[in-house]
């Protein structure tokens, strides 16, 4: 076990797993000794002052500062820390000099950091110098065009999560499929989930319907709806209707909780704008000759985004979408979309017809009017059921 360790993640979690073997590690082999936790508001200075004075009662120490993110300027971890005050970098030199003097055979030091970026700098370059750095990176996400919930990596990762944290319990595959397409990469959210359904399961083996009777997303986010309209479906919208109806967070696109009470006129708005755009590349495609193109026969293939869009359609529709514009598509002073979700929308809108995106703009007037009155979760369950 090296003397001093410092371990750096994006995911809380997994920082918490590994710090968790680092401090344990250490301390067998220091003989079984107690690790000594330092207090949040412990300094540099403090720390390096611990590390050269020794302590008659307890010769072997394992020190742990949990958390050294500002002592390493490293960025924080996107919306960990949102809605406080920016966090000042914290001047480390004297716990630089003390690892470079070189640290006592019978103390250990486990340092943390929960950052958004692999950390770097002189503690870093000085942790390496005295023991051993290690930046637990995060597997890859799917690609955009893969279908799933979760990459083969960040699976791998994850039922790793899910043995450990369930023990003996068996759960049937089907089980561990809908966890993880229920919860995508959560790693700490799959833990609790585990353990939850493992004590449910009364020792039993989990199985697909345990799963569907006690296991849901604890946050729901308006990242779904858009997909939801383009794949035709209601159930991820009506999910998140039902989520704010029972006082499940839902969040907005920066993480924010949306307030429920205007969570009804949040959906109407950004689902009415996306009608009104497959609606006009509906139009756009038909007057180009396009719109046999967006059957979902043909856009449902595998190998349609990369044999027929990307390269042929997508390049064809960008010239008229920008000699037409602005448009619902192309709006003034807004960015232009990327091939890929134009390619999105063009399948989308394939999967409706004029007949029936008119009727859904034409009845948003009515419906609006509807949530404003005493049963908004109610007018708008109705209006995306029927569509």
Not at 156 to 171: C, H
Not at 192 to 213: F, I, M, N, P, T
Not at 234 to 251: K, Q, T, Y
Not at 280 to 297: I, Q, T
Request: hydrophobic share 45%; charged share 25%.
């Amino acid at each position: 076990m090296a003397p001093v360790s410092l371990i750096a993640s994006s995911d809380d979690y997994l920082l918490e797993e590994r710090m968790n073997e680092a401090v344990a590690s250490a301390c067998d082999a220091l003989g079984g000794v107690e690790p000594e936790v330092l207090q949040p508001e412990t300094t540099p200075e403090a720390l390096a002052l611990e590390l050269c004075s020794p302590s008659l009662f307890a010769p072997q120490r394992v020190l742990v500062a949990p958390d050294v993110r500002l002592w390493l300027g490293a960025p924080a971890p996107r919306g960990a820390f949102k809605g406080r005050e920016e966090e000042e970098e914290i001047d480390a030199d004297a716990l630089v000099q003390v690892l470079d003097e070189g640290v006592a055979e019978d103390v250990a030091l486990v340092m943390g950091a929960w950052c958004g970026a692999k950390p770097q700098g002189p503690l870093v370059v000085a942790v390496e110098k005295a023991g051993n750095f290690h930046w637990e990176s995060l597997p890859a996400p799917p690609k955009p065009w893969e279908d799933v919930a979760v990459s083969k990596e960040q699976e791998d990762v994850l039922r790793k999560i899910l043995r450990r944290a369930v023990g003996e319990v068996q759960f049937t595959e089907a089980a561990v499929r809908l966890l993880l397409d229920r919860l995508g990469f959560a790693p700490r959210l799959l833990a609790q989930e585990g353990r939850k359904l493992a004590a449910a399961s009364g020792g039993q083996s989990v199985d697909e319907e345990l799963v569907r009777a006690l296991s849901f997303p604890k946050e729901r986010s308006l990242d779904a709806v858009r997909d939801a309209v383009l794949a035709r479906k209601a159930a991820p919208i009506l999910d998140i209707l039902n989520a704010a109806e029972a006082g499940v967070a839902v969040r907005n696109w920066q993480g924010e909780a949306v307030d429920p009470r205007a969570l009804p006129l949040i959906l109407l708005s950004q689902t009415a704008a996306l009608f009104q755009q497959l609606l006009y590349l509906r139009r756009v495609a038909a007057n180009h000759n396009l719109l046999g193109e967006m059957a979902p026969s043909r856009t449902q293939s595998g190998r349609w985004y990369s044999n027929s869009f990307k390269t042929g359609i997508g390049p064809e529709l960008f010239d008229h979408l920008e000699a037409d514009k602005p448009s619902p598509v192309l709006r003034a002073g807004a960015r232009k979309p990327t091939m890929w979700n134009l390619g999105l929308f063009f399948a989308g809108a394939g999967r409706y017809s004029d007949a029936a995106l008119i009727g859904v703009l034409a009845d948003f007037g009515d419906v609006e009017a509807g949530i404003r009155g005493d049963l908004p979760i109610e007018t708008l369950t109705r209006w995306f059921t029927g569509i």
